[in-house]
């Protein structure tokens, strides 16, 4: 067992165990175990399971766990169970070998610097079928799983070209704040970071972007527990060299949930380093919505005639901020955004990509595919970039993040499609 991985079980896994009192409510709660028999579900798997096992060898059905996190979020003792089973994951694949697909299809950084020179050719290959079977043959990435579209640049390409920063000069100075964007917003997801810039920048802020790279999340969701300490440490190096006393935002609310709490609370990273960026970092919805309530943002935005289903992903809820999305589009007249209500979309991370468990993923989501349809078969708004991935490729209607309304709602421009 490697020593990342020791730290992380000694300190964490059984911290809370004992407050389990078998109420069963992470069971029923639980978006996987509802939809497959492959699954006994996070109660078994975790608390009452890790009792037994301390550290040995586990069940296998333990990697049927989509490590959405909710049976930690709706826990009324206050079991980590989801950061449990995460601990117990990562032992049971040291022990027997991590698969390949786990370790290639974690390296997102990488995929996203091979394909943008070569994006229109990547994206036309990767939407022939016949192409799509082989590699899930070989790979083990279902053929019919939601795959990133390319950009022919990066967003590092489009900040540097652009000359940097460019504050609004109408309104008063805010000052420097950091932008982390994180490997989707770098590569695939570059609009929503433009538009991000462009709000902050609109609101009178000097927007930093340090060179940077990936946070680890695709790889301690994998159990790769040692390189996406690696990655962590490093991405927190890159951020605090912008400055060790300026707010950190961001638009990829996964990454910024791995920064807040996974990297520490799964993984047992325990880091000044860490612990100085996860207390500065802001999601960009949380970000706008303490303006806002600090009586410091501006709402003259223009209409937009809207009604949209509203999707919160697990990774927003599990940081405890509630739902700041929802609280900002009700300022923007006539949007309506319909909460989803649902617990999960599915894909949680790379969990609904594997070929052994896309349909499970899809079953997860189909009641949140349907819903986003019936409302609005155009448009639907989420906060994570796989998410969107998800509910966009399984339900036919465009996602997109909520901060495209808000760039829309200033007169920044943009129309609401990729």
């Known amino acids: 067992m490697s020593s990342s991985l020791d730290h992380a079980r000694a300190s964490l896994a059984r911290a809370s165990l004992d407050q389990c009192v078998k109420c069963t409510i992470c069971e029923t709660q639980c978006p996987v175990a509802a939809v497959t028999p492959l699954f006994p579900g996070p109660k078994y798997v975790g608390p009452q399971a890790e009792r037994l096992r301390d550290g040995k060898p586990v069940d296998y059905s333990l990697d049927y766990c989509s490590g959405c996190g909710i049976c930690t979020t709706v826990c009324p003792q206050g079991v980590k169970i989801a950061e449990i089973n995460a601990q117990a994951r990562a032992v049971m694949k040291e022990d027997h070998g991590f698969p390949i697909r786990d370790r290639l299809i974690t390296q997102t950084e990488l995929e996203g610097m091979l394909l943008t020179p070569v994006a229109p050719v990547a994206n036309a290959a990767l939407s022939v079928k016949p192409l799509r079977k082989v590699i899930q043959a070989v790979v ?186 929802m609280e900002i589009l009700k300022l923007i007249p006539g949007v309506e955004a319909v909460e989803s209500g649902a617990t999960c979309c599915g894909i949680a991370g790379t969990y609904g990509l594997k070929k052994e468990k896309y349909e499970i993923a899809q079953a997860v989501g189909k009641p949140l595919f349907e819903m986003v349809r019936d409302t609005n078969p155009d448009l639907a708004l989420c906060d994570t970039e796989t998410c969107r991935w998800q509910i966009e490729k399984s339900s036919g209607v465009e996602t997109v993040h909520p901060i495209v309304l808000l760039h829309r709602a200033y007169g920044l421009g943009g129309v609401l499609t990729r």
């Not at 609101?203 to 690696?230: H, I």
């Not at 791995?258 to 500065?280: C, F, N, P, Q, W």
């Not at 970092?281 to 970000?287: G, Q």
Request: with cysteine; hydrophobic share 35%; aromatic share 6%.
């Open 140 to 325: 083990g990435v279902h053929a019919d799983a939601p795959v990133p579209v390319a950009k022919t640049r990066s967003f590092a390409g489009w900040f540097k070209k652009r000359g940097g920063s460019t504050p609004n000069p109408k309104v008063p100075a805010r000052g420097p704040v950091v932008f982390f964007h994180g490997c989707a917003g770098g590569y695939f997801e570059v609009e929503t970071s433009k538009q991000t810039i462009e709000v902050l920048e609109h609101l009178g802020y000097e927007v930093l972007v340090p060179k940077q790279g990936c946070c680890g999340l695709a790889q301690q969701s994998n159990g790769l527990f040692d390189g996406a300490t690696d990655k962590v440490l490093k991405l927190c190096d890159d951020l605090r060299s912008a400055g060790r006393d300026l707010t950190i935002i961001s638009s990829s609310g996964s990454c910024t949930g791995m920064l807040k709490h996974e990297a520490h609370e799964i993984m047992g990273v325990d880091d000044s380093r860490l612990t100085d960026v996860g207390t500065r970092i802001r999601d960009i919805m949380e970000f706008l919505l303490e303006l806002y309530e600090a009586g410091e943002l501006p709402t003259d935005f223009k209409p937009i005639e809207l009604t949209a289903v509203y999707h919160a992903p697990c990774q927003l809820k599990s940081q405890g901020m509630g739902q700041p999305a």
